[in-house]
């Protein structure tokens, strides 16, 4: 019987794992942690956004300059293929208003205890606490325990599904990036993706803000708008909206040291309509009670104008201008710490159709470590999921032609 080692007990190694051990292969998912997809986890606290139910070409187009790469995966294993097999495991979907899919469940940890079930009667071994550390000088998979003490294996094929490097305290840190680095496969540096950006605020502001909501909003970023809310923080701005628009503004900032986001601090008025009501006598009243009363502006959307100090003195129109685009600069990213994901990893020429790594025979490669990054909304895991199966099909055509 073939051997295959998968390395990386997240959502792209145990899909390929459950695919490899249906075709009668000996599969071993080895993970540095003591339990298995820690983030598959993280992701079921926000309720397990598994996929989206828009129509593939648009779904597809969510992956930018990776849609042609990513494409025949998806196209094999599909997001409603992932809802079939969610369902498979006993865990019935829904598709929220906003078209993404989520357990009914709202959680991934009854799906994560089902399919370990399904993985343990089709035979899948698992050896956790052992920390890839690459290959020794005879080709041999090195592993080091709890102990420090080196294992070494030598399969017949091995996948590397080791994630990107965001929340690295669930287990993906990136590390794996020198091992493959050594073999001269090139990487696209891990960067933050749907992370929060820094903004020097004014003291007043942060300590009067942080932590607060900034909705309804739209963001305005390179001819892009983006409705939803954003968050404030002490050190920036994050949230699903600003998460977005974050891959550009992420290589804006890489090019030009900056970026200025505008904010429509009142979406649901024209330009003109807010205008109209901002043209009523202010009175003895103060900027932020006039703002409060005329236009039902929320403190925080107030405080954030008061950053611009002439806001007090701007008439009508100006300041109605300056609500509907309030600019504010964004000077980087925050830590990939807290990313929800991260963009680089392994660039496209460096596999086959089938995701084996062209310098390193035998050696697959699925999900967050491939070069693709895409927004939250369902992207994500599907493309783990399908980039998992997509290299377990790989890995078969390879050990028949073997
Ligand atoms: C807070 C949060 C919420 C999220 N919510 C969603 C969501 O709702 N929808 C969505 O689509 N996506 C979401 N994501 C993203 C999604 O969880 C990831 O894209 C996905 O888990 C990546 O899967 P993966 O299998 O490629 O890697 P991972 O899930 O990161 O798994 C990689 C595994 O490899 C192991 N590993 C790494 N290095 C080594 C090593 N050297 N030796 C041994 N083992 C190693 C790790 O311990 C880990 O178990 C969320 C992420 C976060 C952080």
Redesign the pocket.
């Known amino acids: 019987m073939a051997s295959v080692a998968v390395?990386?007990?997240?959502?792209?190694?145990l899909i390929a794992a459950e695919k490899l051990a249906e075709a009668d292969i000996s599969v071993t998912v080895?993970?540095?942690?003591p339990s298995?997809?820690?983030?598959?986890l993280?992701?079921g606290r926000?309720?397990?956004?598994?996929t989206h139910s828009e129509d593939l070409t648009n779904f597809l187009a969510r992956y930018g300059s990776a849609e042609k790469h990513l494409t025949p995966f998806i196209n094999a294993f599909t997001p409603t293929a992932l809802r079939e097999w969610c369902e498979g495991l006993g865990e019935p979907v829904f598709t929220g208003s906003s078209g993404r899919v989520f357990p009914k469940s709202m959680k991934a940890s009854p799906l994560l205890r089902a399919w370990q079930l399904r993985l343990a009667k089709l035979g899948v071994e698992l050896r956790l606490q052992?920390?890839?550390r690459g290959w020794n000088d005879k080709g041999a998979l090195v592993f080091t325990n709890t102990d420090g003490a080196e294992e070494t294996v030598s399969p017949d094929a091995t996948l590397l599904?080791?994630?990107?490097a965001?929340?690295p305290r669930?287990?993906?840190?990136g590390?794996?990036t020198k091992y493959l680095a050594d073999k001269k496969i090139a990487i696209s540096p891990l960067r933050p993706s749907n992370c929060g950006f820094t903004v020097k605020w004014s003291d007043i502001f942060r300590a009067k803000y942080a932590g607060q909501p900034l909705k309804p909003v739209a963001l305005l970023f390179n001819g892009q708008r983006v409705a939803g809310e954003a968050m404030l923080a002490a050190k920036g701005i994050e949230g699903g909206a600003i998460y977005a628009l974050s891959s550009p503004l992420r290589e804006a900032i890489a090019a030009n040291g900056s970026a200025v986001l505008h904010i429509d601090l009142k979406p649901g008025l024209d330009e003109p309509q807010l205008a109209d009501r901002l043209s009523a006598p202010r009175g003895g009243r103060s900027l932020s009670n006039f703002l409060r009363q005329e236009a039902a502006l929320s403190p925080a959307a107030i405080g954030l104008l008061q950053e611009n100090q002439s806001a007090k003195n701007m008439a009508a129109p100006e300041l109605s201008a300056q609500i509907k685009s309030f600019p504010v600069t964004l000077t980087g990213t925050f830590d990939i710490d807290r990313a929800?994901?991260s963009a680089g990893g392994i660039v496209w020429h460096e596999v086959d159709e089938n995701l084996m790594l062209r310098r390193q025979k035998g050696v697959f490669a699925a999900?967050?470590?491939l070069d693709w990054e895409a927004p939250?909304g369902?992207?994500?895991?599907?493309a783990?999921f399908s980039t998992g199966v997509g290299a377990a099909n790989g890995i078969l055509l390879f050990l028949n032609n073997k």
């Open positions: 390395i990386g007990g997240g959502p792209a190694g080895y993970d540095r942690k298995l997809a820690r983030k598959f993280m992701a926000g309720g397990l956004n598994l052992r920390d890839w599904a080791l994630g990107g965001s929340w669930l287990g993906s840190d590390s794996w929800i994901s999900g967050e470590m939250t369902g992207y994500l895991l599907q783990c």
